[in-house]
């Protein structure tokens, strides 16, 4: 079933994209932790958040090769967003599986040495959350939610992906440049001349809501939510997508 | 060997007429295989269904046959056939060119029956 | 079996790529799909194989309508100046995910191949000049093995040997396993023999669509002096005209006349390409 076949493609260049950003990242540990040996603490926190970021990434660079290898290989747009949601789905899994036990065995380094601190994004934000259930259930749960979180980021690099790709070059650049330019530039202008700094103040509520320390919950909406909405409007762009070969 | 096609007449006439040529020359014996399909359609870079028509026109005239399983063969007696065939147009294809030709350089008959005489010592002195 | 075409049209703009075209590529022949540059033939190529979209009109292979539909699509495979390979892959690589979107592709005929074009399968998309660019593509389309197989100017860039051997390897695996190939160019003369029917595409419209044979026996070139010439032609079908001097040559579309011709003028068949001109020019 060409659905299979798409989904062991995608995986495959998935797989190895993670493969190079886990090397990295333990290497990148290990050379840290060799240096730093008795001289001083290493701190990681937030470590799912660097993940997201990889994901988001991937996310957004893999349209266009993948879109075109598909249309080459007489793939319809349908299996291609089906194929690649169940992608994403595991890849998600996956990760989110393989991050707990990083942060985990992150931890009994840290309880076991001094110089490294291993913490994780979940267990920092949601800690009083933890604190209140006991540990393997407030693992599987972080698991559950990080899963969400992981497969949202990636959603949101891939709608990206698709608008960038059926934009022209000048379009492009003008959103580049345009949409952080607002976000950070004119939008806190804009917040203190004319809403007197209460956009701000309501961004920052937002954050406090996702990110409230003893319901992840919220933040499991949200992402829901951004997964529902990205899955409508990546269909709406790719039905109508074209191969174009810039 | 080759086949220089002309546009003059559909590529399927000159295959047959190319085979004929080649039983008539000897080139396949009698009870002999000729070519595949598809070796005079890679061979000669013609489309295989246009090999088939020419092949298809000798075997309707008993020239060609086939051997299930096995491929095309040349009919026993077809070399007859074929220079009985041939004679027949030969008044067609050659006396009436030759006549018109002869008559447009003005030519008498005479003068050609001469040009005959000396084109058949010719052959033998050769 | 066959694909139908039904009333395609495409416009951008204000000009129409395909105007209401309509005709059938049947089962297990090859085909030419015939016209000028910017006729529309890859335009047509594009929507049979769903890579854009028509305004009107569909397509059915087998009888299913072709667009987002994999049942139909996986019957189809085109090769075309685009790369839409990814520019990193290996050609190997390239081999291995062709055999999982295509089962019936026959890796070992590929690397066969690839052998005989001399093309290297560890060297990368990007890495291939033109020619070998359309090599590896003519490689994979001849060992697809789909019932319907599209070249969308298969020998851009290829040396005339590696042309030679395109066309022998098309019509020997032609012969022994026949699809359906269509072969979208602009090089007339050379694919004349090899195709068993025409398809011509003049400004998106179809003008012509029959065998090659029925094409060429109805159309021969009249000439000697252009007196005699224009009023041999007086009613019949001309599609073009050439004149040097007092001579004139006249093409035209219809029965070669049999018995005598007048006195002075010569007729003479007209080969592929000298129609194709003489049908195209505008």
């Known amino acids: ?246 | 060997m080759q086949i220089n096609f002309d546009n003059e007449r559909p590529i399927f006439i000159q295959i047959a007429e190319w085979i004929e040529d080649a039983i008539l020359a000897g080139a396949f014996p009698e009870e002999t295989q000729i070519p595949s399909i598809t070796e005079f359609s890679v061979n000669y870079k013609i489309n295989p269904a246009t090999a088939l028509k020419g092949i298809n026109i000798l075997v309707e005239e008993g020239i060609v046959y086939k051997k299930r399983g096995i491929g095309m063969f040349v009919a026993a007696g077809a070399v007859k056939k074929l220079k009985e065939k041939r004679k027949e147009q030969f008044y067609d294809n050659f006396i009436r060119k030759l006549v018109d030709e002869a008559k447009r350089l003005e030519i008498s008959k005479d003068e050609v029956i001469n040009l005959l005489e000396r084109g058949y010592d010719h052959e033998y002195r050769n | 079996m066959s694909i139908e075409i039904r009333k395609i049209s495409k416009s951008y703009g204000n000009i129409f790529a395909l105007d209401q075209v309509s005709f059938t590529f049947e089962e297990d022949k090859i085909y030419g799909l015939l016209g000028r540059n910017g006729a529309g033939k890859t335009t047509l190529l594009n929507i049979i194989t769903n890579r854009i979209f028509p305004d009107t009109g569909e397509v059915l292979i087998d009888g299913i309508p072709v667009k987002e539909n994999d049942d139909a699509l996986k019957k189809v495979y085109m090769m075309s100046e685009n790369n839409f390979y990814p520019a990193g892959m290996k050609i190997k690589e390239i081999y291995r995910w062709t055999k999982e979107f295509y089962p019936d592709f026959d890796t070992e005929y590929a690397n066969k191949l690839a052998d005989m074009f001399e093309l290297s399968l560890n060297k990368t998309v990007k890495s291939l000049s033109t020619g070998y660019n359309s090599i590896f593509k003519i490689i994979i389309a001849l060992s697809v093995n789909t019932p319907y197989v599209f070249l969308d100017e298969p020998v851009l860039g290829l040396d005339a040997n590696h042309r030679d051997m395109f066309y022998r390897l098309l019509l020997e695996k032609y012969s022994e396993s026949p699809s359906t190939y269509v072969l979208s160019t602009h090089l007339i003369e050379e694919v004349s023999n090899v195709i068993e029917h025409i398809i011509i595409l003049k400004k998106g419209k179809i003008i012509k669509d029959e065998s090659r044979e029925d094409l060429m026996s109805y159309g021969y070139a009249v000439s000697g002096k252009a007196s005699l010439v224009d009023e041999f032609i007086i009613d019949k079908n001309v599609i073009g005209i050439d004149s040097i001097g007092g001579l004139k040559s006249a093409y035209i579309m219809g029965q070669v006349p049999k018995g005598n011709l007048p006195e002075g003028l010569e007729i003479s068949k007209m080969d592929l390409q000298k129609l194709f001109i003489k049908l195209t020019d505008n």
């Open chain 1, 1 to 246: 079933m060409r659905v299979k076949s798409v989904i062991k493609y995608q995986s495959h260049d998935y797989i190895k994209a993670a493969r190079g950003y886990y090397l990295t990242f333990i290497g990148i540990t290990v050379f840290f932790g060799l240096i730093l040996r008795g001289r001083g603490t290493y701190t990681i926190g937030g470590y799912e958040f660097l993940t997201c970021i990889f994901l988001f990434v991937v996310g957004l660079s893999s349209f266009k090769e993948f879109f075109l290898m598909m249309l080459q290989n007489s793939i319809s747009r349908k299996t291609m967003i089906i194929s690649k949601l169940i992608t994403i789905l595991f890849m998600g899994l996956i990760l989110a599986v393989s991050d707990r036990i990083i942060i985990l065995i992150g931890k009994l380094l840290s309880n076991i040495s001094e110089n490294i601190e291993i913490l994780g994004f979940y267990d920092r934000v949601f800690k009083s959350r933890m604190s209140l259930l006991n540990p393997v259930v407030s693992n599987l749960e972080a698991i559950f939610i990080t899963i969400f979180t992981y497969i949202a980021v990636t959603l949101v690099g891939y709608f990206v992906g698709i608008i960038y790709y059926k934009m022209n070059k000048t379009l492009k650049l003008f959103v580049s440049i345009g949409v952080p330019a607002t976000l950070f530039v004119l939008l806190p202008l804009f917040d203190s001349m004319f809403f007197g700094g209460n956009l701000s103040k309501f961004i920052l509520k937002a954050i406090q809501f996702i990110f409230n320390g003893k319901n992840p919950y919220n933040l499991l909406l949200v992402c829901v939510g951004v997964i529902a909405v990205c899955i409508v409007l990546c269909w709406l762009l790719i039905r109508r997508a074209v191969g174009k070969d810039k």
